[in-house]
């Protein structure tokens, strides 16, 4: 993370007025935006934190994005999942070094790219999604945040009620389905005593009948939260929170699978 800009990777460009751009680095390239065109050679072999100068004068300062800015940023198909939920996904679900997490639906990758940064490569993350459409844009966009699908995610274009039927284990669930209850049966089969299921939804309805399917089969310890986010504009002379804010995205709902008498 400390070397130079190289080619082939990302890099985020931030102007006077904190508008920013995540740029794909090529040599010969050139970014246009409305200051003008930058050539690429002008980041590569840069520092991070370097500021470049348009064509008509104007400067933008080069970093490398982080997880949040390439959420936000890259190409998408389904709606993706908030940071702000993200975050609190992670931290609810317990999601860490060498977990072995199953996840459906991948959609555009904004949470399979989370967990495979949380379980690292001695854990293992199982991705289910129905679409081809968005098991593409999901794997373009995995490769573009790390070079390369982590070997330890598996991306399966198909149904995660499959999961059943390999004998796989898992430590958690995280469900991002409009209707996780479907297959809680077959998920839940895979899920490890004690292991931790977490939905993700973007209705109370959905919420109640989550909450009460997953009470009915056995879990325990289920709780419901939503994460809204207010950033603050700070200066010499004023102290305010800004005008907008990232209120109601979706509920994150997470419960302990209870041991089962054999």
Not at 49 to 66: E, F, I, K, Y
Not at 92 to 115: M, Q, Y
Not at 244 to 258: I, N, Q, S, Y
Request: hydrophobic share 40%; proline share 6%.
């Amino acid at each position: 993370m400390s070397a130079p800009f190289e080619p082939g990777e990302r890099a985020l460009l931030i102007d006077d007025r904190g508008r920013r751009f995540l740029v794909r680095l090529q040599p010969g390239g050139t970014f246009h935006f409305h200051g003008g065109a930058v050539p690429h050679d002008l980041v590569l072999g840069s520092e991070e934190g370097t500021v470049v100068h348009s064509t008509t004068g104007a400067a933008l300062w080069c970093l490398r994005p982080r997880l949040a800015d390439f959420v936000l940023k890259m190409p998408r198909g389904a709606q993706v999942i908030y940071p702000k939920d993200i975050g609190a996904i992670l931290v609810e679900a317990d999601i860490g070094p060498g977990n072995r997490v199953l996840e459906a639906g991948t959609g555009s990758g904004a949470l399979s790219i989370a967990l495979c940064r949380a379980t690292g490569p001695e854990g293992k993350v199982v991705s289910y999604e129905l679409r081809a459409d968005f098991h593409q844009r999901a794997t373009a966009n995995l490769e573009g945040f790390f070079g390369k699908v982590p070997a330890w995610l598996d991306l399966r274009l198909g149904d995660v009620r499959e999961v059943a039927g390999t004998g796989e284990r898992f430590d958690r669930v995280v469900l991002d389905l409009p209707e996780p209850w479907a297959v809680l049966p077959d998920v839940g089969a895979s899920l490890s005593s004690g292991g931790i299921l977490c939905t993700y939804l973007p209705t109370v309805n959905q919420v109640q009948e989550a909450v009460l399917a997953m009470r009915a089969a056995g879990y325990e310890e289920v709780d419901t939260l939503e994460v809204l986010v207010r950033f603050w504009h700070v200066t010499e002379r004023s102290v305010r929170p800004d005008h907008r804010m990232v209120a109601h995205t979706g509920f994150v709902t997470v419960g302990r699978k209870a041991y089962a008498e054999p």
